[in-house]
């Protein structure tokens, strides 16, 4: 298939005449009423890119957004797997950008990071990224500085397989999740800092005292504190479209649609459910999962699910994301007819959380004694006593021996709790879904597609605290603020490593590793599925083993922007291994650093 | 009294404004340069610009000051004849540790045109544990004119969500005297909040020359009923109890003014 550039731009610029007051948008982002009937098979191999601040209209209001080639979300980028591509950025910003390929296993320097893979792309400058990528599937793409992906620097990319495709489907969209603020989102973040539950339109009350009293008051915490910022400053929207605005899609009875999901939120965790329609995914992450069906998944922060739908009636459905604390929500439509609109749900009574979400849910203990008491006495590389005492946190994993690198933890300013005594809650579908009356999605439920490619057990594992301060907004790994950071994460090339992952906020978080995936140690035996995002959930206790392939720093942080904005990021080096022969030039060179001057 | 009250709001701006510069060149780190955290990308993008960005990342990602402009208590207080205006301000600027806040309390009689009491602190305040901030600095009081105050003070939020400030002051004539506010939220509904709040203060030993007598002075209960027409504008009635003790007591009985007094307040609290 032949790149039309042509097509391209028209397909990235659109049409601003045709769209009148509902604001620019690319054609893969337009309604079935205005002439989407489904994804443009484009493949293309050279993609030129501007970066702008530009007026668009979002739920009926005029606002301003910063993204690619005037649109939000930005063009959808296509191309094919193993093919060299080239993307020249442009930035016509007066302050500095840069633009991440989010799951993409790209060279390091590559990656889009400023300050870690590159210096990032000046004002008026130019940057063009060159790679060929191992893997297809459904991504993403967007700002990696200051808090640009919250006004609207996000696009969506899919790598098209060189081989045929597992997943057969007559039709595709991709719905990209998003939750805009007509708010300045430094001032948001400047609020939270003032004052970090005033965005929360939940607070105990009077009539609803749980937090006030018992355990919650003595420590401080809020049961209700399900998302920093809430339906009260976002308005969510699908493809930059909120329910007012009414993404349509259409399909024709029997047919079998493909629903390419991206969360590029800034700080929402969605439900999402299609009422009447059963989904079966059989994509996660850009990776192929074992097809399941289900009715509902939660999806966190820049996460990708492909479902495929097959509708037989002829009738609207509508597809509703949810934010998780309830404070609102986003429908768009699949019908018959291009325009239709589903019945919107009514948003459905707000979770509470529980002591489990604390990481001290004492009455779950029945049964696991000799259980992980996550003691945190110095750093240590030894064999870990706790670990050895092989049905710890994971129920579902072999027992396991690792020597053991974990930070020590101490409570003070920025970290509030340490959970006691966190868990494993792979099979639990997230907060709020335990019950609802229909199925639900579970990270333990998920099988890769393939067979894993490596299927090494890990040699040692590098646990990392997740831990905050929620009244003062501090977030961090491992108490450490990326500030204040001295020493990157540590892996060699070529090793097999398990990273545990321990959430001792109330807070669930999407944590991204950018270069490796995180194959998720949920039982799948050598069809774990693997994820480049993977959501801790409160007091939870999780465990990716990762093969360290890719030479480089690599950005590791939680996908909350707020949080990484206030410290919850850290880099893992993965430090080039003498003893493996590489053709990359380059990649020889940083093993052996004299090998520029040499003749 | 207009040109008293603005005076008085000068000093405060003034001495926030001059002393910004301060804790901002205090709150920046520097990496040393011999210590960079990781640096591989050197090599593709040269060593001075990778640097430059990766001290701008890294400040970028937790190392952010913010400052914040509150008035707790911006109130009419039903005290007799024309009544009295009462401020009770808090600002900071700084990071997650170190601060510098400024606090500036007073009242003006409406009744005889004039400010009864005023003063404000500037205090360099630090963050000791996940809910305690240790802050120490110097009160300076407009009115009665001229004491200076060392102050050692801790505010935070204590168990059960209490909001708490305590503070013991030694002025430059050897008085040591203390203050302690505790304030509470009980929301109504997710708008409509009542605020019991009490103030007690303390002294070391009779203070003549300003009706001040030692051990405990006088407490200040009250409850204040908020609507929060914003979460950082609301306008709120109430009630506050104003009973002296002791020496205290006597002092300003001598005065011929009450030393035990119920009044009605009507008031905003705003931040930003």
Redesign the interface.
């Known amino acids: 298939m032949t790149f039309d550039r042509r097509h391209f731009l028209q397909t990235s610029l659109g049409s601003a005449a045709a769209l009148g007051a509902s604001g620019l948008m690319p054609a893969w982002a337009r309604p079935a009423s205005m002439g989407n009937l489904g994804l443009p098979a484009l493949t293309g191999t050279d993609f030129d890119l501007t970066v702008s601040q530009f007026p668009i209209r979002i739920d009926g209001r005029d606002t301003l957004a910063t993204g690619v080639n005037g649109t939000v979300p930005a063009p959808l980028i296509r191309f094919r797997e193993d093919t060299p591509i080239r993307l020249n950025v442009r930035n016509d910003l007066d302050v500095d950008t840069s633009i991440h390929w989010h799951g993409l296993l790209v060279p390091?320097?590559m990656d889009g990071?400023?300050?870690?893979?590159?210096?990032?792309i000046k004002p008026r400058s130019s940057f063009t990224y060159e790679f060929s990528t191992p893997q297809n599937g459904t991504y993403w793409y967007h700002s990696h500085s200051?808090l640009q992906e919250q006004v609207g620097h996000y696009g969506p990319l899919i790598i098209d397989p060189k081989g045929s495709d597992p997943v057969a489907y007559d039709r595709e969209y991709v719905l990209m999740l998003g939750d805009w603020t007509f708010t300045d989102p430094h001032r948001i973040?400047?609020k939270l800092?003032?004052?970090a539950e005033?965005?929360n339109?939940?607070?105990?009350?009077?009539?609803n005292p749980k937090g006030?009293?018992g355990m919650w008051?003595?420590?401080?915490m809020s049961p209700n504190d399900l998302a920093d910022v809430t339906g009260e400053t976002y308005t969510y929207v699908i493809n930059g479209h909120s329910t007012a605005d009414n993404f349509n899609m259409v399909f024709r009875p029997g047919e079998r649609v493909r629903l390419r999901i991206i969360n590029a939120a800034a700080m929402t965790l969605f439900n999402v459910r299609m009422p009447g329609l059963p989904m079966t995914v059989v994509q996660a992450d850009g990776l192929n999962v074992r097809p399941i069906e289900t009715d509902e998944f939660q999806i966190g922060v820049a996460e990708t699910y492909d479902v495929i739908v097959q509708p037989t009636e002829s009738q609207p459905f509508a597809f509703v994301a949810e934010s998780i604390d309830r404070s609102g929500q986003v429908v768009a439509t699949l019908g018959p007819r291009p325009g239709m609109r589903a019945a919107e749900p009514r948003l459905r009574p707000v979770p509470v959380l529980t002591m489990k979400d604390m990481g001290m849910d004492h009455s779950s203990m029945a049964g696991m004694s000799g259980m992980d008491h996550a003691s945190m006495s110095g750093r240590t590389a030894s064999m870990a006593g706790h670990a050895a005492m092989g049905h710890g946190p994971d129920p579902h994993g072999a027992p396991v021996q690792l020597p053991r690198v974990e930070a020590n933890l101490e409570?003070?300013?920025?970290?509030?709790n340490i959970a006691a005594m966190p868990m494993s809650r792979l099979d639990e579908p997230g907060i709020g879904l335990e019950d609802v009356p229909h199925r639900t999605l579970t990270y333990a439920d998920l099988r890769s597609l393939e067979p894993n490619p490596d299927t090494r057990a890990p040699a040692r594992e590098v646990v990392v605290h997740l831990t905050s301060?929620m009244?003062?907004y501090?977030w961090?790994f491992d108490g450490v603020?990326?500030?204040?950071?001295?020493?990157?994460i540590t892996f060699m090339e070529g090793e097999r490593v398990r990273l545990t992952l321990v959430n001792n906020t109330m807070m669930p978080h999407p944590i991204h590793l950018h270069g490796m995936f995180f194959d998720l140690v949920n039982g799948g035996g050598d069809h774990m599925p693997r994820k480049h995002t993977v959501v801790v959930k409160p007091g939870e206790k999780l465990s990716a083993d990762i093969s360290a392939e890719h030479?480089?720093?690599w950005a590791f942080?939680c996908h909350l922007i707020y949080h990484?904005?206030?410290?919850m990021?850290q880099?893992v080096?993965v430090q080039p291994n003498p003893l493996i022969e590489r053709k990359d030039r380059?990649d020889a060179?940083?093993a052996r650093p004299d090998a520029e001057t040499a003749p | 009294m207009i040109r008293r009250v603005a005076w008085a709001g000068a000093t405060v701006l003034s001495a926030f404004v001059l002393l910004f510069p301060l804790t901002a060149s205090a709150q920046s780190s520097e990496n040393p340069d011999d210590g960079k955290p990781w640096s591989m990308a050197d090599r593709y993008w040269g060593e001075e610009a990778m640097a430059e960005a990766r001290e701008e990342v890294m400040a970028a990602n937790g190392d952010l000051n913010t400052y914040m402009v509150m008035f707790d208590r911006l109130e009419w207080q039903d005290t007799g004849g024309d009544g009295t205006l009462l401020w009770d301000f808090q600002g900071w600027y700084g990071g997650d540790i170190d601060k510098l806040f400024i606090k500036s309390e007073g009242e003006v009689s409406l009744e005889d045109d004039e400010i009864e009491d005023a003063e404000v602190q500037a205090l360099w305040s630090r963050a000791v544990a996940p809910f305690w901030d240790v802050q120490a600095g110097l009160r300076y009081d407009l009115e009665p004119k001229g004491r200076t105050h060392a102050v050692l003070g801790l505010q935070g939020l204590a168990p059960y969500w209490f909001e708490v400030d305590a503070a013991a002051f030694l002025s430059t004539d050897g008085d040591l005297s203390a203050r302690i506010e505790a304030e509470y939220e009980l929301r109504f509904s997710q708008r409509l909040v009542l605020q019991p709040r009490i103030e007690a203060n303390l002294s070391a030993r009779d203070i003549p020359e300003l009706g001040i007598g030692s051990g405990l002075t006088g407490i200040e209960p009250g409850v204040r009923l908020q609507y929060e027409i914003r979460r950082t504008f609301a306008p709120y009635i109430g009630v506050e109890w104003q009973k002296q003790f002791g020496d205290t007591a006597d002092f300003t009985r001598a005065s011929d003014e009450d030393s035990d007094k119920i009044v009605g307040v009507v008031g905003l609290r705003t931040w930003f």
């Open positions: 390091f320097h990071v400023p300050g870690v893979s590159f210096p990032g200051g973040f400047d800092k003032k004052n005033s965005l339109f939940n607070q105990p009350t009077i009539g006030l009293t008051g003595a420590m401080r409570r003070g300013p920025g970290v509030v301060n009244e003062r501090m961090s603020k990326f500030s204040e950071i001295t020493a990157p030479v480089g720093d942080h990484m904005h206030a410290g990021m880099v080096t380059i060179a940083l």
